[in-house]
């Protein structure tokens, strides 16, 4: 079974910054693309950012200039650097991996909150 830990979430004020992690227990030859989703009360999930195998990044456009989303092979972890944040970033943020044979699995979710 393959399990996500996400970690980093929590209650900023706007402008501020969080780091959020996300730590597979699949061998880095089974991945293919890692991101990070959100969802927000009464909306739909929504990507924010993915990363795959070659490094190649993707972006929510509400997103591009403020977050960064990267991987470490070495440990196996996605990580998004969200800067910049605003009131409305304020969700839930999934981890999501596809493997190789493109076999989804999802984080519990960690929850960002941006408030003064």
């Known amino acids: 079974q393959v399990q996500l830990m996400e970690s980093g979430g929590g209650l900023v004020q706007p402008g501020g910054s969080l780091r959020l992690s996300c730590a597979a227990s699949?061998?880095?030859?089974?991945?293919?693309?890692m991101g990070w989703y959100r969802q927000a009360p009464g909306k739909e999930r929504e990507l924010v950012a993915s990363?795959?195998?070659?490094?190649?990044?993707n972006y929510a456009d509400s997103v591009k200039g403020r977050f960064t989303i990267s991987r470490s092979n070495a440990k196996n972890t996605v990580y998004l650097q969200m800067d910049n944040l605003k009131p409305e970033d304020t969700a839930v943020y999934y981890c999501?991996?596809?493997?190789?044979?493109?076999?989804?699995?999802w984080g519990q979710g960690t929850q960002v909150a941006v408030s003064s």
């Open positions: 990363i795959s195998r070659g490094g190649s990044t």
């Open positions: 999501k991996l596809d493997t190789v044979t493109w076999i989804a699995y």
């Open positions: 699949l061998s880095i030859f089974s991945i293919n693309a």
